[in-house]
C-alpha cells in the first residue's frame, strides 16, 4: 500500500508518514501497547483524529476479547498496556462484567455469557446438537 502512494504525498503529509511507520509498523509487529501509545501522543488532525479513535477502539475491544478468553487472571499493568488505557476505573468502564483485586493488583476477566432466550431457547439448541450428534453416530455404526 506504502509503495501506491505518491511521493510527493508522502513527504508533504507528515501524517501519512506517520501513520505508516508508526502505526502500521507496530500494528504489523502485533504491538499494540505501542499503537495505543501512539494515537494517544499524536496530535491528530480533525479530518483524521476520528478514524484513529476508531482504530483504538476497535483494538481495544479485540485485545479485550483476547484477554477474557486466554486469562483467569491477568496483572494490572499487563491489562492496562493491551488495553491502552491508564487506570483501574477506566478498565471497569470498558469492561464492567470484570473485577479487580485490589490487593494482588489482578483483574478477573469475566467473558460476557449468551442470554437465554425465551422458553429456554438455548436449551433447546443444546438439545438439537445431541440429537444430530447421536444420528451421526448412528449412521456411522450402520
Given at each position: 500500500m506504502w509503495k501506491r502512494i505518491?511521493?510527493?504525498i508522502k513527504v508533504t503529509e507528515e501524517e501519512i508518514a506517520f501513520i505508516?511507520?508508526?502505526?502500521?509498523?507496530?500494528?504489523?509487529?502485533?504491538?499494540s501497547p505501542s499503537v495505543h501509545k501512539a494515537i494517544k501522543e499524536h496530535a491528530w488532525s480533525a479530518d483524521l483524529k476520528p478514524y484513529a479513535e476508531a482504530l483504538q477502539l476497535s483494538i481495544r475491544k479485540r485485545n479485550?476479547?483476547?484477554i477474557e478468553g486466554a486469562f483467569v487472571t491477568i496483572g494490572l499493568e499487563h491489562c492496562l498496556n493491551?488495553?491502552?488505557?491508564?487506570?483501574?476505573?477506566?478498565?471497569?468502564?470498558?469492561r464492567p462484567k470484570w473485577?479487580?483485586?485490589s490487593q494482588?493488583?489482578?483483574?478477573?476477566?469475566m467473558k460476557e455469557k449468551p442470554n437465554e432466550g425465551k422458553d429456554g431457547e438455548l436449551g433447546r439448541k443444546s438439545e438439537d446438537k445431541i440429537k444430530q450428534l447421536a444420528q451421526f453416530v448412528s449412521f456411522l455404526e450402520n
Open positions: 505518491p511521493v510527493d505508516w511507520n508508526s502505526i502500521g509498523a507496530e500494528l504489523f509487529r502485533g504491538d479485550s476479547e483476547l493491551l488495553l491502552g488505557l491508564d487506570s483501574v476505573d477506566d478498565v471497569l468502564r470498558f473485577a479487580f483485586e494482588k493488583a489482578t483483574f478477573l476477566p
